[in-house]
């Protein structure tokens, strides 16, 4: 079956822009996380979304938001992009189930969107 | 979430087998041992996973330790292809299914030809 899709691969922007980030996920998969990979903070979760609810976040500014679609489509949206935002940006998709063997759902993951900050 | 130990590297010949450690002192009785490995350019992908017995799938076997505080990751048989950073995760079963990973340092494996 077709593994998660990001797009774009890579993409340049300069400090202020603003950038969307979208993630397909496996098909019959509900849930989408979100991650940032830097070279000094390694990879950190950004947050999670299941049925298009938001239902964990991790510890970043609000200028990182997301949303999810009713087919299950994620995008994440940075605004007034700093240096440091420049990272390789991971999505995630897994069934996200809440009954039965809780929380051993294996995720897949996307093969990210590099970001560039100039 | 609790907390996980890793090597920050090992090296291994290929062929061999390869014991990847993890301590995790504080792990909770509902916490679930995960492991990810990442290649190099792409993102992570799950190895194996288990609660308190040892686990065995096609990729490795999860050795875990009777008191649940540590766990080792063996790859029986390394090659070339199983370079990565190796990641040990607990998630915490009652955590309602939100599927956020607390990623750690990991460990980078290194195979000699």
């Known amino acids: 079956k077709a593994g998660v899709t990001q797009t774009p691969r890579y993409l340049i922007k300069t400090r202020g822009q603003q950038v969307t980030l979208s993630c397909s996920p496996i098909?019959?998969?509900?849930?989408v996380s979100w991650y940032q990979q830097t070279p000094g903070q390694g990879l950190q979760f950004l947050f999670e979304?299941?049925?298009?609810?938001?239902?964990n976040k991790g510890n970043f500014p609000g200028r990182f938001s997301g949303r999810q679609f009713s087919n299950s489509r994620s995008e994440m949206n940075v605004s007034t992009l700093e240096l440091g935002d420049s990272a390789l940006y991971l999505c995630?998709?897994?069934?996200?189930?809440?009954?039965?063997?809780?929380?051993?759902?294996?995720?897949?993951f996307g093969e990210g969107s590099r970001l560039t900050v100039l | 979430d609790a907390k996980t130990t890793q090597p920050n590297s090992m090296e291994s010949n290929e062929e061999e087998p390869v014991h990847l450690p993890c301590n995790h002192s504080?792990?909770?009785?509902?916490?679930?041992i995960h492991w990810y490995r990442q290649l190099p350019s792409q993102g992570p992908e799950y190895v194996i996973h288990?609660?308190?017995s040892n686990v065995n799938n096609r990729m490795a076997s999860l050795a875990i330790a009777e008191d649940r505080k540590s766990s080792t990751l063996i790859l029986h048989r390394a090659t070339l292809r199983d370079a990565a950073v190796y990641y040990c995760?607990?998630?915490?079963?009652?955590?309602?299914?939100?599927?956020?990973?607390?990623f750690g340092k990991g460990t980078h494996l290194i195979i000699q030809p």
């Open positions: 995760i607990l998630r915490d079963r009652e955590g309602g299914g939100a599927d956020g990973l607390t």
């Open positions: 098909s019959g998969h509900r849930s």
């Open positions: 979304y299941f049925s298009e609810t938001q239902r």
């Open positions: 288990g609660l308190t």
């Open positions: 504080t792990i909770s009785g509902t916490d679930y």
């Open positions: 995630a998709s897994s069934l996200g189930l809440t009954s039965g063997p809780p929380n051993t759902g294996e995720l897949f």
